[in-house]
């Protein structure tokens, strides 16, 4: 990947982690368009489109709710979806399905690393607030302007040291773990589907599960099943 | 006061497009209040010139305390105790508006918004990605989450501003109790179809001629598999989020990928 490469995968993980929280919560952060997105800017999207579907599954488990910790997917998947764009570059179509797993496995980690980076700018954020209390106390609007506009920059370095870290040492872990793959591809393939469709399931389950919606959700899986059968 | 209208007052714009960025100071301490204030404090500048800018300094300092409710549904809030503000109504009178709305606010837009319309929007994307739809899929996923995105934080403004301390009424808003009643079937049926659509997508290399020999094999495989991720999920409770569970599994996964012969 070159430097301007990268330099354009990081600005696309700003835009997509200060999404999730600060500004505007578009939804630009879910890994269906982080990785798409990714891919695209190395000329490869539908490899990003698979993995961030794949991710997008998982996240159905995330919800944002206020002072809850979850896992930011944003810029691990638009790092992800470059990293497979490359390796799709690089003519690594037939290591394809073990490089997905390494991939979403470091993505998967690095979501969790990112989760925690958020409850790290919430206290920056709690202590730049106690040191404005007192311009605060006196209604002083500049000082609302400046605790935004920190918080702000605040989230805008925290994305881009999420991106990078999925990008650079996120990258070489992804390549190591599957270029020692020996087991066949097929093996991750199941293993990587079973995962996503296992949390989306259990997801699923937990949020439409009871009531009215259970109904809902048995007639959702019928279509998708007789569908599935008819398009295959 | 005057105000008839929410667009007779200058700061409209501003505020309008200050509600985008209501949780850019987002803390433990007082959760959406910097954001609060800093997106109403628009509304509230005809104050700078009362009291020699008394009452303007006294509401922004008000209004920066604790507030937490949905982000979206927050400008409904914003919209009311602006209006408060302006008409001058005791201050703990306005403090008592703020707490009460906190509850009401944050459960409706949890509902109607991450259990609800996020879930139904992301799983009709994944839908049309698993149709061929490819990039599309992900532009129709985004627009329509917008549409309701931005139409709840306009609406809100706007129903919080014509209420005042009366806002209780505009929560009562028969379309709002309609998408209640509707939007949580609809993101259990689109959730539901979207899973074996995309196994089956995915089991086939999305189009990406990966290797897809033997693929209905993979395609029971994994479904086994996921249906025995769910149960163990579920047997485990609490205890671990799917996605933990998620991680340790495809990790021992990778290991065993490497240590096999």
Not at chain 1, 44 to 51: F, R, T, V
Not at chain 1, 114 to 120: F, N, P, T
Not at chain 2, 64 to 92: C, K, M, Q, W
Request: aromatic share 8%; net charge positive; with cysteine.
């Amino acid at each position: 990947m070159s430097p301007g490469e990268i330099a354009g995968v990081t600005a696309l993980g700003v835009v997509v982690g200060v999404d999730l929280v600060t500004v505007p919560q578009a939804m630009t952060s879910r890994p269906l368009v982080a990785a798409f997105a990714g891919g695209w800017i190395l000329g490869h999207p539908m490899i990003g489109l698979l993995a961030g579907a794949l991710m997008e599954l998982f996240a159905l488990e995330t919800l944002p709710i206020g002072a809850a910790r979850y896992p930011d997917w944003g810029p691990p998947a638009a790092a992800a979806g470059a990293l497979l764009a490359d390796g799709v570059r690089a003519g690594g179509g037939e290591g394809a399905w073990p490089g997905l797993l390494a991939t979403v496995l470091v993505a998967a980690l690095a979501a969790w690393l990112g989760g925690w980076s958020l409850d790290l700018i919430r206290r920056a954020n709690g202590a730049a607030i106690g040191r404005y209390a007192e311009r605060l106390e006196r209604g002083d609007p500049r000082a609302l302007v400046a605790l935004q506009a920190g918080g702000f920059a605040r989230d805008v370095l925290r994305a881009a040291a999420l991106t990078l870290v999925m990008l650079v040492p996120g990258g070489l872990v992804a390549r190591a773990l599957a270029a020692r793959w020996r087991a066949p591809a097929g093996l991750a393939e199941d293993a990587l589907l079973a995962a996503a469709l296992g949390v989306a399931a259990w997801s699923a389950w937990r949020l439409f599960g009871r009531g009215r919606t259970a109904r809902w959700l048995a007639a959702g899986l019928a279509v998708g099943c007789a569908g599935a059968l008819l398009w295959a | 006061m005057g105000l008839s209208g929410l667009r007779a007052v200058p700061g409209f714009a501003f505020t309008t497009a200050r509600l985008f960025g209501l949780q850019s100071a987002w803390s433990y301490e007082r959760m959406l209040g910097i954001g609060f204030a800093h997106a109403m404090e628009p509304l509230l500048r005809p104050l700078r010139g009362v009291d020699g800018g008394a009452r303007y300094r006294g509401a922004l300092a008000r209004e920066s305390l604790f507030f937490n409710a949905h982000p979206y549904v927050t400008s409904v809030a914003i919209g009311a105790a602006a209006r408060a503000e302006l008409d001058g109504e005791a201050p703990e009178k306005i403090a008592r508006l703020r707490q009460a709305l906190c509850g009401p606010l944050g459960a409706l837009g949890d509902r109607l918004v991450w259990a609800g319309w996020l879930p139904a929007c992301s799983a009709f994307g994944l839908i049309l990605v698993a149709l061929g739809a490819g990039g599309w899929g992900v532009a129709v996923f985004l627009v329509l989450y917008n549409v309701v995105h931005v139409a709840l934080r306009l609406w809100g403004l706007r129903a919080g501003w014509r209420a005042g301390m009366r806002v209780a009424a505009a929560l009562a808003n028969p379309v709002l109790h309609r998408g209640l009643e509707v939007v949580g079937p609809l993101a259990a049926l689109a959730v539901g179809c979207a899973m074996p659509l995309v196994l089956v997508w995915a089991a086939h290399g999305a189009g990406l001629h990966l290797p897809w020999w033997l693929t209905w094999r993979h395609v029971v495989a994994a479904g086994a598999g996921a249906a025995a991720f769910a149960l163990l999920a579920a047997r485990l409770g609490t205890r671990f989020t799917g996605l933990t569970l998620a991680t340790l599994v495809l990790g021992v996964v990778a290991v065993g990928g490497m240590l096999w012969r």
